[in-house]
């Protein structure tokens, strides 16, 4: 059975006394080495998620759990170093001169020794293919080396949980494609939790599991596959489906018998494929 990471229990919130909640009675778990999507409209609430789970926000109602411990002032600083986040804008995530000086800044404020600041400033850039622009100064990057370097930053402190808070979201489709890649295999290989927030269809099916919110309230939460079955449901509440399911039931309306719900090129195909091959 699978360790349970993040809980959220009845969490409401809401930026002041008289503004509205942005979220209301939220509860999910999510579970370790999961990777968990959460998309919704914009202003559904999810980068409000995202700051409630590294305790830049606190809830009003409801406990947030991480890794055990609830997240309050006492645990903050304990749960910063278990939830790296990374957002949208890379050019406001840096703060050194170089890319190695970037790097070494979290680890400087937990206050690594020099050996291992080292020798984690090359594991964590060769990781994400940067380890070549050590000396480098971040404005010199392109968006995807920026978000890369970012992607290293968090990873050189150890986090068990890693938030792409619409990461990809500047970059252009080769770009999102490549990060992503990056982001699966560091994945892999630390055995992290991984959160992708993100209104990137591509990104969304690539997670085991999906949470939608709508309204500040969790509509629903299933596999990718399950979800982009909903499609009329989805579109009432602001959200696109894939092109390739949209195709898929198009083809089922001319009478084509599709078995499954495609997620991708490559599955549909597969399928046109079999029935083709059983005519
Ligand atoms: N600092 C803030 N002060 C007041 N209201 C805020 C603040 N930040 C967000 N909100 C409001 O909270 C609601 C949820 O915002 P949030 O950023 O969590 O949504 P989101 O789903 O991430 O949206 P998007 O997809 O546009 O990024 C929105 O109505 C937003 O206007």
Request: with cysteine; hydrophobic share 40%; charged share 25%.
């Amino acid at each position: 059975m699978r360790k349970k990471v993040i809980e959220f229990r009845n969490v409401s919130f809401r930026y002041g006394d008289e503004q509205p909640w942005v979220l209301r009675n939220c509860t999910f778990e999510i579970y370790e080495k999961e990777w968990i999507a959460i998309i919704g409209h914009n202003g559904s609430g999810k980068s409000t998620i995202a700051k409630l789970l590294n305790g830049l926000l606190s809830p009003q109602e409801g406990e947030i759990i991480i890794d055990g411990q609830q997240v309050n002032q006492d645990t903050i600083w304990n749960i910063r170093k278990d939830v790296g986040m990374v957002f949208q804008n890379p050019d406001n995530q840096f703060v050194g001169t170089t890319v190695q000086d970037d790097v070494a800044f979290g680890m400087e404020n937990r206050g690594f020794v020099r050996e291992e600041m080292i020798k984690r400033i090359d594991e964590t850039l060769s990781a994400v293919g940067m380890q070549d622009y050590l000396l480098t100064e971040p404005h010199r990057l392109s968006g995807g080396q920026k978000q890369r370097v970012a992607i290293a930053s968090v990873l050189a402190i150890s986090p068990q949980v890693l938030i792409l808070d619409e990461a990809t979201a500047m970059l252009d489709p080769k770009g999102r494609k490549e990060i992503m890649q990056t982001v699966s295999d560091v994945q892999e290989k630390n055995d992290l939790t991984l959160i992708t927030i993100t209104h990137d269809l591509h990104e969304v099916v690539q997670a085991e599991r999906v949470i939608v919110m709508n309204n500040g309230e969790i509509w629903d939460e299933a596999l990718p596959r399950e979800i982009f079955s909903k499609k009329e449901a989805l579109r009432k509440i602001g959200l696109d489906v894939p092109f390739v399911a949209i195709l898929a039931d198009e083809l089922k309306e001319v009478g084509i018998k599709i078995t499954q719900e495609p997620l991708n090129q490559e599955e549909l195909l597969e399928d046109l494929w079999t029935l083709h091959s059983r005519t």
